[in-house]
């Protein structure tokens, strides 16, 4: 991997808080290919790294880390994710920042 897919890698998993597992199912690459640096082809590197820059910049990684492990309306943005529904990803995260990068607790019943 170029050195700049490789950093682009790793900020990706420390925006998200992803396992390398998590992280090969999301590019559609095994450990292998993650580690020699053929990521050139994974489109979605570059895509999800562009769609996370503003909420990683105004709510920081820590809030991204926690809001992709929560249940919204449409389920955990992770699980949109690792089924590689890339669409419900970006509509999660616009959900997210219509409430204006504010995790909101559920009430236990």
């Known amino acids: 991997m170029s050195a700049g897919d490789g950093e682009r890698a790793r900020r990706l998993m420390e925006l998200l808080g992803l396992s390398d597992e998590e992280l090969c199912r999301v590019l559609d690459a095994d450990p292998l290919t993650l580690l020699s640096g053929q990521l050139e082809h994974r489109p979605e590197l570059t895509i999800l790294l562009?769609?996370?820059?503003?909420?990683a910049q105004r709510a920081g990684a820590g809030v991204l880390r926690r809001w992709v492990r929560v249940a919204g309306?449409?389920?955990r943005p992770i699980d949109a994710l690792l089924r590689r529904d890339f669409a419900a990803f970006e509509d999660a995260l616009e959900a997210l920042s219509r409430r204006g990068f504010v995790l909101r607790a559920r009430r236990e019943g």
Do not use: Q, T, V, Y
């Open 50 to 55: 562009d769609l996370l820059a503003e909420p």
């Open 73 to 75: 309306p449409a389920g």
